[in-house]
């Protein structure tokens, strides 16, 4: 896969998946930013990333690796699910489409994003990142 530029615009939404892997597309998008010539911007691999590559017994520079050599983001879905538990996809779905930023309460997703005292119908992480990813690239 080629590099990407996240300076010029967000990775993929939130809630896009692939092979019903959430934010498999974004993670994906954020490891090739991670390569020789990509530009993370103000993202990062840690974090929920971080936490979805964990959760199929997976590491970040093992992503980056397998984005590094991939063609294509089923290429990345296979690695990712293969020698991972029975049920990892589906655990790993239901935990982050109700995540709440840093699994805490409404203080902390305001400590994190001021702006979200303005959006009190924004609760979940996947959510506010797609308000984030907006407002970044509002200009």
């Not at 103000?42 to 974090?47: A, C, D, K």
């Not at 996809?89 to 203080?107: C, K």
């Not at 001021?114 to 609760?123: A, S, T």
Request: charged residues 25%; negative net charge.
């Amino acid at each position: 896969m080629q590099p990407l530029d996240l300076r010029l615009a967000p990775p993929r939404l939130p809630r896009a998946a692939t092979r019903g892997i959430l934010f498999l597309p974004r993670s994906i998008d954020k490891a090739r930013a991670a390569l020789p010539g990509g530009n993370l911007g103000l993202y990062s691999l840690e974090g929920v990333t971080e936490r979805m590559v964990e959760a199929f017994g997976k590491t970040l520079p093992g992503l980056t690796a397998c984005v590094a050599a991939a063609t294509d983001d089923d290429d990345v879905a296979e690695w990712l699910v293969q020698g991972a538990s029975e049920g990892a996809a589906a655990a790993w779905d239901a935990w982050i489409a109700v995540r709440t930023p840093r699994g805490g309460g409404r203080e902390d997703a305001i400590a994190m994003y001021p702006w979200v005292v303005e959006r009190p119908d924004l609760v979940y992480t996947l959510d506010i990142l797609v308000e984030d990813d907006r407002r970044t690239f509002a200009s």
